[in-house]
């Protein structure tokens, strides 16, 4: 009854490639968020889809290219993978856009990306 | 499967009342205990724990883990309707190339009246 999955867990690349990483939710949210762990396990919001639309988009660089194909689903593709992309990136899904303080995000297991 | 359940699902207290959040947790491997406030955005990382029996402590929060019994609590003294949020536990566990990703609870929705 996996809430939200993320495949693969894990990712060993070289610099300069191309991968993606993919997220399902089977909650029937509406609102589908990517996030970066740092080595100090904060949590930084990268995207946010709500109905396949984008609500959130930080300051990331252009090289991270969401894509929500349905409401269940949000990839997250990188091109031209940096030694600095290496990290955990979190998939979270809610039930509306996170304007209510008492909304839950349901996070994925992660996926560890080490690019070499 | 690793599992982390965190209890209450909901507390409706007064500001200046003292909270006691809980989170057990079942993991293989398990490397450490992290707790998160999650207000509109995204969760702001509030403690790692890695030891037993060893408080942390940032102002009116403070937490403790307990590695025999399999769990945390999350102490807020004072507390104040900037507190209102959900409180977020998750667990690390060791895979065999390092940390694996975190396991997370379902959340406390922590409500703090006037």
């Known amino acids: 009854d996996t809430a939200v999955s993320q495949t693969p867990k894990y990712l060993v690349t070289q610099m300069g490639n191309d991968k993606s990483i993919k997220c399902e939710q089977n909650l029937g949210h509406d609102t589908m968020y990517w996030y970066k762990q740092d080595s100090k396990k904060f949590l930084k919001i990268m995207f946010s889809y709500n109905n396949k639309e984008l609500i959130i988009n930080e300051t990331v660089p252009n090289r991270f290219s969401p894509k929500s194909p349905d409401k269940a689903h949000l990839n997250l593709h990188i091109n031209s993978l940096e030694l600095g992309d290496s990290a955990v990136y979190f998939c979270a899904s809610s039930q509306g856009v996170g304007g209510a303080v008492w909304e839950t995000q349901y996070f994925g297991p992660g996926t560890r990306l080490l690019v070499l | 499967e690793d599992k982390v359940v965190q209890s209450p699902l909901s507390l409706v207290v007064h500001e200046g009342d003292t909270v006691t959040l809980n989170c057990s947790y079942e993991?293989?491997?398990?490397?450490?205990l992290l707790w998160y406030k999650q207000e509109k955005k995204a969760p702001t990382f509030l403690f790692m724990l890695?030891?037993?029996?060893i408080e942390k402590k940032s102002g009116r929060l403070s937490s403790i883990l307990d590695k025999k019994e399999l769990f945390s609590i999350l102490n807020i003294t004072a507390t104040q309707t900037g507190d209102s949020a959900v409180y977020l536990c998750a667990v690390e566990a060791y895979s065999g190339g390092g940390a694996d990703g975190l396991t997370f609870g379902k959340g406390t929705h922590l409500i703090i009246q006037p």
């Open positions: 890695t030891s037993s029996g």
């Open positions: 993991v293989t491997n398990f490397r450490s």
